[in-house]
């Protein structure tokens, strides 16, 4: 019976999984594929092999900068959003700290808030204050959102630390900020670099604050590809250039998996 049960269960999670990898992957396929398709409007058949529609984007100055921006934002992002989730992790595997599970659930509190009434809020704060819409706001925006994740990612990498190795150092004479440089940093290093990569996956695939927050003539990719996707001229160029962001992306994320490994292995055998 339970061999029959594991049986069963393991066929269930292999068609769960299959299915999941369907929904997920099949789309991004299909629009790799009809990035090639010589007409501009994407349906079956195939209307032919081309490459014209990714010449065009890579021409168009106004995605390009688009690109560029929701880049940078996500940069700056990842910086940002590791270094407050690095410092409040650190202070939530504090030994003695009132009231954890309030300040835990503060940190953790715009898991739960919808992008969409966070960004009306950050507008009406920036109205109330006499500023205008800036892509400084959508990059604060950005950051609060992702500081969560990145707390969840680098708090449990705390906890698994043993913390006799920095009292260890402590005895040994080193003060509490060299303790944690030269120990407890370099342990940390993959989940430091798997927040940041989480952290700027989110600011570049952003929509709904930076499009209240971002001013006319500065969107982000986003942006212009949700007002792109509505003018059938440039929805074959908006189309191109996601498979390259596509494409780019799948690169990324093995070669920072690939690195993350590494790091684990040394981390390991040190």
Same mark, same amino acid.
């Given at each position: 019976? =339970?061999? $029959?049960? *594991?049986?069963?269960? /393991?066929? +269930? ?8 990898? &369907?929904? !997920? ?61 690095? =410092?409040? $992790?650190? *202070?939530?595997?504090? /030994?003695? +700290? ?8 503060? &940190?953790? !509190? ?63 004479? $080193?003060? *509490? ?94």
């Amino acid at each position: 019976m =339970t061999v $029959a049960a *594991g049986r069963l269960g /393991r066929a +269930l999670l292999g068609s769960y999984f299959a299915a999941l990898v &369907v929904f !997920l992957y099949v789309p991004l396929v299909v629009l790799v594929v009809f990035s090639f398709d010589d007409s501009t409007i994407q349906t079956l058949p195939y209307s032919g092999f081309t490459t014209h529609w990714f010449r065009s984007a890579f021409s168009n100055g106004d995605l390009i900068s688009a690109i560029e921006r929701s880049a940078v934002i996500g940069a700056l992002c990842a910086l940002g959003a590791t270094l407050l989730g690095l =410092t409040t $992790a650190v *202070g939530l595997t504090a /030994r003695k +700290l009132a009231l954890r599970g309030v300040v835990t659930a503060l &940190v953790l !509190l715009p898991l739960v808030v919808p992008y969409v009434v966070l960004a009306v809020g950050m507008l009406i704060l920036l109205n109330s204050l006499g500023l205008h819409q800036a892509l400084w706001a959508v990059l604060l925006g950005h950051v609060a959102v992702a500081v969560p994740y990145s707390i969840l990612i680098i708090l449990p990498r705390l906890r698994t630390l043993d913390e006799d190795i920095v009292d260890a150092a402590r005895d040994l004479g $080193a003060s *509490g900020f060299v303790a944690f440089r030269r120990i407890t940093l370099p342990l940390i290093v993959p989940a430091l670099f798997s927040s940041a990569l989480i952290a700027f996956t989110i600011s570049f695939d952003e929509f709904a604050i930076a499009s209240f927050l971002v001013p006319a003539g500065k969107e982000t990719y986003p942006v212009y590809v949700y007002a792109g996707a509505r003018t059938p001229a440039l929805e074959p160029q908006i189309i191109a250039i996601g498979a390259v962001v596509i494409v780019a992306s799948l690169v990324i994320v093995t070669a920072a998996e690939a690195l993350r490994l590494r790091a684990e292995r040394r981390l390991t055998q040190a």
